[in-house]
């Protein structure tokens, strides 16, 4: 098992910057690739950035790109997602996942609780 609490979310204006976490205990951290996913009322849930169990090998959904970077500290068994450039469209709750590190929501077989970030126009 694998447990995963995220962070860092909130309220931001267009253009800003924010910052999220996800501890990560239980299971060998290092073991899984990371990735992060959002979701907004009646959509599915999508992906937007993975990284490797190495961190060697990153991945990003195309409309963020540039824009938000993903890295992992395997000695705190946490993963980031930095987020600059922020737009009213990336409103959402954010995910954490645990799994391969693929960009499909089939690739993560544990997943946290989510934290909201909203993006003012």
């Known amino acids: 098992q694998v447990q995963l609490v995220e962070s860092g979310g909130g309220l931001v204006q267009a253009g800003g910057s924010l910052r999220l976490s996800c501890a990560a205990s239980?299971?060998?951290?290092?073991?899984?690739?990371m990735g992060w996913f959002r979701q907004t009322p009646g959509k599915e849930r999508e992906f937007v950035a993975s990284?490797?169990?190495?961190?060697?090998?990153?991945d990003y959904a195309d409309s963020v790109k540039g824009r938000f970077t993903i890295s992992r500290d395997n000695a705190k068994s946490t993963v980031y997602l930095q987020m600059n450039s922020l737009k009213p469209e990336d409103t959402a709750v954010y995910y954490c996942?645990?799994?391969?590190?693929?960009?499909?929501?089939?690739?993560?077989?544990?997943w946290g609780q989510g934290t909201q970030v909203t993006v003012s126009s």
């Open positions: 996942a645990a799994g391969n590190g693929g960009n499909t929501y089939h690739d993560y077989g544990y």
């Open positions: 239980g299971r060998t951290f290092s073991r899984y690739g």
């Open positions: 990284i490797s169990w190495s961190g060697g090998t990153t």
